[in-house]
């Protein structure tokens, strides 16, 4: 089984959302970003235990996790130090291009997915509404279900 999960507000317990507020988020966004408080976000985030738990244990037992997250190529290796420290174990890390806006690529990333987990209720319901295949569950709403999946 091939197993997506998003990044912030699921394996992290940080707040980083910025891309569904319209512009207001763009220009949030843009101010973390200039002002270099994007990475000291990222970098302190709290991992979210249960949900690493759980992709760590699916790992563990020979399924595929894809890591896919709307942070942008730029922050790659600032997001592979916090998985590394936070014990997430992943076979692909897939990050949104530059220029390429969060509904587009997780369309196109989570299509390959057999289940996919995401904190974001508006990106399930947009993903529903394109066709995604795959099983999609809100981590705020389907804790039990993705325990019970992974067995912890």
């Not at 994007?38 to 244990?57: E, F, G, L, S």
């Not at 509904?103 to 990106?123: G, L, M, N, T």
Request: aromatic share 6%; proline share 3%.
């Amino acid at each position: 089984m091939i197993i997506g999960t998003d990044m912030d507000g699921v394996l992290t317990t940080s707040p980083i959302h910025c891309g569904g507020l319209g512009a207001v988020g763009k220009i949030v966004w843009g101010f973390l970003r200039a002002t270099r408080l994007a990475d000291r976000i990222m970098r302190r985030a709290q991992p979210r235990a249960w949900v690493c738990a759980a992709a760590r244990k699916l790992h563990e037992v020979g399924h595929e996790v894809r890591v896919i997250t709307a942070r942008e190529e730029r922050y790659r290796l600032l997001t592979q130090e916090w998985l590394r420290k936070n014990e997430v174990h992943y076979h692909h890390l897939i990050m949104r291009p530059r220029g390429l806006d969060t509904i587009s690529f997780k369309v196109a990333a989570v299509a390959a997915c057999d289940v996919y987990w995401e904190d974001q209720q508006e990106i399930i319901d947009e993903l529903k509404a394109r066709g995604c295949p795959a099983r999609l569950y809100n981590t705020t709403k389907h804790a039990d279900a993705i325990c019970a999946m992974a067995g912890v």
